[in-house]
C-alpha cells in the first residue's frame, strides 16, 4: 500500500481551503488540487490535521500543486514579496552586498504561466519586469530549468519549503513564504549577472601552469611570489584568496583563471557601482 500523502491544503468549491475551514472526513467536500479526486478530512488526536486521497494515493504532484496555489494565495494577498539580500559573489575573497533585504510590492502576480521556453511557479511583475518564484517542495530547480532561467535573462528566487511541516496553516505560510529570507535563495538575479559580465570582461585570462607539484599563474600584478626576477602566485596559495581573483573559465576551458588585479581599486569599484 503506498504512504498515505498528508496534504495541509484542498481545494473546495474553486477555492483552496485549510484544514482547519472544513468539517472532518468526506463532509470536508474538498477535491485534491491536482488530480480533482476527493479528499477525506483527517481531524482526529493521534496525528496532526491534514488531507488525504479517498482512493487516488498515488497522485504524484498533490503536494507539490498544493503548495504552488497556496503560495500564490499568501503573496497575493499579503501584496509584496520580501527579497532577500543580493551579495556580491563575483569576487571570491570580498563579499559585499549589492542590495539589502527588501520588499517588493507587485501589480500581478502569474501561477506557472509560461516565460520564453519554461514555466516558472510564480512570476512577479512590477512595471512591466518580472520575477520568477520557484517554491521547492520535493524538487529543487534542476540545471536544465536553471540553464532556461539564464537563457531567459529573468531573475529568479527559491523558496525552500522541503523541511516545513506539513500541518501548517496561511498565517504559517505567509511567514515563511513572504515575510522570511531565511529559507529564500537567488538562482539568479540579472543585475548581478551583468555586472559579473562587466568585471570578467576587465579581467586578464592567465593561465594555471603545472610546475613539479605546484600550479603557478605567471605574470602576478601584486607581485604575490618572485623567482628570477619574474613574478608569480601559487593558484592554490595565493589565487584562491586574493581579492582580484574573479574566478575560473565558466565555457569549460581547463587550467584558467581570471584576474583582475591589474585594475585600480577605484576603477573596480566604478564596475560594482553599476548594479
Not at 470536508?28 to 488526536?45: F, I, M, S, T, W
Not at 502576480?109 to 514555466?119: N, S
Not at 524538487?139 to 501548517?168: A, F, M, P, Q, Y
Amino acid at each position: 500500500m503506498p504512504t498515505e500523502l498528508k496534504l495541509p491544503f484542498g481545494m473546495k468549491d474553486g477555492k483552496l481551503v485549510q484544514i482547519s475551514e472544513v468539517e472532518r472526513g468526506l463532509k470536508c467536500g474538498c477535491q485534491c488540487p491536482a488530480c480533482n479526486h476527493p479528499l477525506v478530512a483527517r481531524k482526529g488526536n493521534k496525528t496532526v490535521h491534514h488531507f488525504a486521497h479517498y482512493q487516488n494515493a498515488n497522485c504524484e504532484h498533490a503536494l507539490e500543486t498544493s503548495f504552488h496555489l497556496a503560495a500564490k494565495k499568501v503573496i497575493e494577498e499579503t501584496g509584496y514579496f520580501v527579497l532577500p539580500e543580493v551579495v556580491n559573489d563575483i569576487f571570491y575573497s570580498r563579499q559585499n552586498i549589492f542590495a539589502p533585504t527588501s520588499k517588493l510590492y507587485f501589480d500581478n502576480i502569474y501561477l506557472e504561466k509560461r516565460y520564453d521556453d519554461f514555466v516558472p511557479d510564480i512570476i512577479l511583475e512590477k512595471d512591466n519586469k518580472q520575477l520568477c518564484i520557484e517554491i521547492y517542495v520535493t524538487h529543487k530547480i534542476d540545471e536544465s530549468k536553471k540553464e532556461k532561467i539564464v537563457k531567459s535573462n529573468i531573475s529568479t528566487i527559491e523558496v525552500d519549503l522541503s523541511k516545513i511541516e506539513r500541518g501548517l496553516d496561511f498565517n504559517h505560510l505567509r511567514e515563511k513564504v513572504v515575510d522570511s529570507i531565511a529559507n529564500k535563495n537567488w538562482i539568479y538575479n540579472k543585475k548581478r549577472e551583468k555586472v559579473r559580465k562587466q568585471i570578467l570582461s576587465n579581467s586578464i585570462k592567465r593561465k594555471i601552469i603545472s610546475r613539479k607539484l605546484m600550479q603557478h599563474v605567471d605574470d602576478c600584478p601584486l607581485p604575490a611570489r618572485i623567482w628570477q626576477g619574474k613574478a608569480y602566485a601559487n593558484f592554490f596559495d595565493d589565487c584562491l584568496g586574493c581579492e582580484f581573483f574573479t574566478g575560473g573559465d565558466d565555457s569549460g576551458e581547463k587550467d584558467i583563471m581570471y584576474c583582475i588585479g591589474h585594475k585600480k581599486e577605484e576603477e573596480i569599484q566604478k564596475l560594482l557601482r553599476q548594479f
